[in-house]
């Protein structure tokens, strides 16, 4: 799988906007991105994929550059309880039954939420 | 709707012991992989499980084993414990492989396990 990058920390404010980017300059044409998120004490937590086009959902947005090398993960007000650690992956869903479920993780972006 | 369930919580073992850890998938989801997440790193692959049969291992040595029950829980065996198996272990489930397009996973909360 290709590899991504992403800012080790970021900080935001309650109520604003959070603009978190991620760099894949090695993705192929079926590579998925997939953001998902920690909270303090849980395991990962799915929170947007997409292949090409803008995806919105009830947590957040993705926008994807037009290249796809890279991407950014919105989220619109950030409350405290965003404050996590949010993971950009690559997955290739050309192959399934054999490889599902091998997501690599990096370390992420450890996000900090102020009041 | 229960999603992804895991036991135990928390466990303490010392060193050579042997630890199962239990999981049960989301309803409707056949597919079961298992995470090791050490202190301030990202969930590394250990392995998953589908049709009651290991199709994907990642990097770790045999030590690491699992099953998969006819009704998709599984469990992870950890043998010959060393202090560097401390760590989160995470279960993930997802939908059957045709229908699940991008693959999503629903994780658990974890097993912590400590190795003294």
């Known amino acids: 799988d290709a590899k991504t990058t992403q800012p080790n920390s970021m900080e935001s404010n309650e109520e604003e906007p959070v603009h978190l980017p991620c760099n894949h300059s090695?993705?192929?044409?079926?590579?998925?991105i997939h953001w998902y998120r920690q909270l303090p004490s849980q395991g990962p937590e799915y929170v947007i994929h997409?292949?090409?086009s803008n995806v919105n959902n009830r947590m957040a947005s993705l926008a994807i550059a037009e290249d796809r090398k890279s991407s950014t993960l919105i989220l619109h007000r950030a409350t405290l309880r965003d404050a996590a650690v949010y993971y950009c992956?690559?997955?290739?869903?050309?192959?399934?039954?054999?490889?599902?479920?091998?997501?690599?993780f990096g370390k992420g972006t450890k996000l900090s939420v102020k009041p | 709707d229960a999603g992804v369930t895991q036991s135990p919580t928390h466990l303490i073992k010392t060193r050579g012991q042997q630890v199962t850890l239990r999981c049960s998938p989301k309803s409707g989801h056949d597919t079961v992989s298992w995470y090791q997440q050490a202190l301030g790193q990202g969930p590394q692959f250990i392995f998953q499980?589908?049709?009651?049969?290991?199709?994907q291992r990642g990097n770790f040595p045999d030590r690491f084993s699992g099953h998969q029950f006819p009704n998709y829980s599984s469990e992870l065996n950890v043998n010959a414990l060393l202090l560097g198996d401390s760590a989160l272990y995470l279960c993930?489930?997802?939908?059957?492989?045709?229908?699940?397009?991008?693959?999503?996973?629903?994780f658990g909360a974890g097993s912590r396990l400590t190795v003294l």
């Open positions: 090695t993705i192929s044409g079926t590579d998925y």
């Open positions: 499980y589908y049709e009651e049969e290991e199709r």
């Open positions: 993930a489930s997802s939908l059957p492989a045709l229908l699940s397009g991008a693959n999503v996973l629903t």
């Open positions: 997409g292949l090409t």
């Open positions: 992956i690559l997955r290739d869903v050309g192959d399934y039954g054999g490889s599902q479920g091998n997501l690599i």
